[in-house]
């Protein structure tokens, strides 16, 4: 028998009978939401050339695609993406006096996920596109069908944010950024990682712009953001915008929806590739986005074919998750706390808070212990961060080494300034690591970010990953250095390494749940403020 014929890849699945009936049911009730709208099926090849996703304007990373070759050996993709191809359909096959055109899908996308992250890697889709009309007209018809949309899959809760991505990238373009800071300020902003976010826009001048990208990951909530916004920034083109997302956020509100709609003007993710507004939807019972969609204005005129466009697609794989969940929605707000001295420090800080600590000081084999009106889940590091991701819990407190090494989707919010160390090359001292030709090989317990380091630096080297004493593999000639983390770099000296460049610095961050940010704003904000405020008093 063949070794791989009784399971199936990772990142897929078989669906058997009750699985694939409420699969069926959750695809039934969405396509007839959009079928009683007027929208109209269309189905495109599961196999798609490459060069129909290889653009800025897609948004999709080619590493992220699985690549095939056709019989003449031209690069081809399973399908990583709907809008593209439909995108490319309509630019080829229909003309402008189809416009506008109504349409919808309902077939399976293909990402690489990161490797055991849980993630699925073909995931079935629903969505639609509205190709060939512009304006607050369509944007509202698209927006309201996304609500319907979530209603009618029934789960236990959800909501839908809003943001615009003309409004970032006006006050983006004001400031007259090379290319990677630009993407850096984005990339910190949709993760909310608010401490890095500062340290790269304290090296920038200062400006009205540079003040609002500071504050930007934080808002988000209620009608009171757009007064917020307007008190910070006074741009035309960005005030045009926020004008335009208010009178979608009003009309939303006009139609019922005040409970499940919300806005978030730090809702960037693909601002190249989003024109106009974005949303997002989370239901509870998923750590991840179930529903996305925005404005793309651009996409089209990639295949020739210049149009305005909007829709949204839901992964269905994971809408059937969060049906399937028992969820208790009046749960206590979960923390997981890193094991060891991360979870002592943790305890200090929750005491300085007013919490009750007891029963998490007196834990015996327990894993899971009351704090006060929260509850403490206690992990090893990496594990902090798949709970978190996944959302079984929503907070964490974990290492920056951690994060760097095992990112994944959450929002990085608060750094606790203690834990302190940092990331250093070092080698056998005495020797010059950067002369001669040979290539260096580098141990490492955090090979991804010694990869990442060297990368930036443009150098090739082996790294090879060890999991005990790191100091060895120099000293019995395995590798030229080490990439480690350094606290007083006394280990290093009495094994005759010495350190020859700092590469980051690390300290204990709180990260927190995407949709539980978002379903549990409150009692997450009331927790990140307490907490912050007790990081200042014990510093």
């Known amino acids: 028998m063949k070794r791989y014929s009784k399971i199936t890849p990772e990142g897929t699945r078989d669906f058997l009978f009750e699985e694939s009936e409420q699969k069926i049911r959750v695809e039934n009730a969405i396509t007839s939401v959009f079928e009683a709208h007027a929208y109209k099926k269309v189905i495109t090849p599961t196999i798609e050339f490459f060069d129909v996703f290889d653009s800025d304007n897609t948004g999709i990373l080619p590493e992220d695609m699985y690549k095939l070759s056709d019989s003449r050996g031209r690069l081809t993709v399973l399908r990583p993406d709907n809008t593209a191809p439909i995108a490319r359909m309509v630019a080829t096959r229909l003309g402008k006096n189809d416009f506008p055109v109504r349409l919808y899908y309902n077939q399976n996308v293909f990402v690489r996920n990161k490797s055991l992250s849980g993630r699925m890697n073909e995931i079935s889709q629903c969505g639609i596109e509205l190709i060939g009309e512009g304006g607050s007209e369509s944007d509202m018809e698209v927006l309201a069908l996304a609500a319907e949309t979530m209603h009618a899959c029934s789960p236990e809760a959800f909501r839908i944010e809003l943001g615009h991505a003309g409004f970032f990238n006006a006050v983006l373009d004001r400031m007259q950024l090379d290319v990677h800071t630009r993407e850096d300020i984005c990339r910190l902003i949709e993760s909310k990682n608010y401490a ?296 290093l000296k009495e094994n005759g390494l010495e350190i020859v460049r700092e590469i980051m610095p690390i300290s204990a961050r709180v990260i927190v749940n995407m949709a539980s940010m978002k379903l549990r704003k409150a009692e997450i904000e009331e927790f990140l403020q307490d907490l912050a405020c007790a990081s200042q008093v014990t510093e």
């Not at 212990?369 to 929260?374: H, I």
């Not at 590091?381 to 090494?405: F, L, M, R």
């Not at 950067?434 to 991804?448: D, L, M, N, Q, T």
């Open 196 to 491: 890095a976010l500062g340290d790269l826009l304290d090296r920038l001048p200062d400006s009205s712009e540079k003040e609002l990208l500071q504050k930007l990951p934080r808002l988000f909530g209620g009608r009171e953001v757009f007064a917020t916004a307007r008190s910070l920034y006074r741009g035309t083109a960005a005030l045009a915008c926020l004008d335009a997302l208010e009178r979608l956020y009003d009309e939303l509100l006009q139609k019922g929806l005040q409970d499940v709609v919300s806005i978030d003007l730090g809702l960037v993710n693909r601002s190249n590739y989003y024109t106009g507004v974005i949303f997002r939807g989370y239901a509870v019972g998923t750590g991840h986005t179930v529903l996305s969609g925005g404005r793309y204005d651009n996409l089209l005129g990639t295949f020739g074919c210049d149009a305005p466009a909007i829709g949204f697609g839901v992964d269905v794989t994971a809408m059937c998750t969060a049906l399937c969940e028992k969820i208790n929605i009046d749960r206590p707000v979960r923390i997981a706390l890193t094991k060891g001295r991360l979870e002592k420090s943790s305890v200090s800080l929750f005491k300085t808070m007013g919490l009750d600590t007891g029963e998490l000081e007196n834990k015996g084999r327990r894993l899971i212990l009351p704090v006060d009106r929260y509850e403490a889940v206690l992990a090893k590091a990496p594990d902090v961060i798949t709970y978190v991701e996944h959302g079984v819990c929503d907070i964490g407190i974990v290492g920056k080494d951690t994060i760097a090494e095992h990112a994944s989707a959450f929002f990085e919010v608060l750094d606790l300034g203690i834990g302190k160390c940092r990331f250093a090359l070092a080698c056998p001292k005495g020797t010059d690591f950067f002369s001669g030709y040979k290539r260096k090989v580098i141990a490492s317990k955090y090979p991804k970010v010694a990869s990442t380091y060297f990368e930036s630096v443009g150098m090739d080297v082996d790294i090879i990953k060890i999991e005990g004493s790191v100091e060895l593999a120099p000293l019995l000639g395995l590798a030229d250095g080490i990439v480690d983390i350094v606290e007083t770099g006394s280990t």
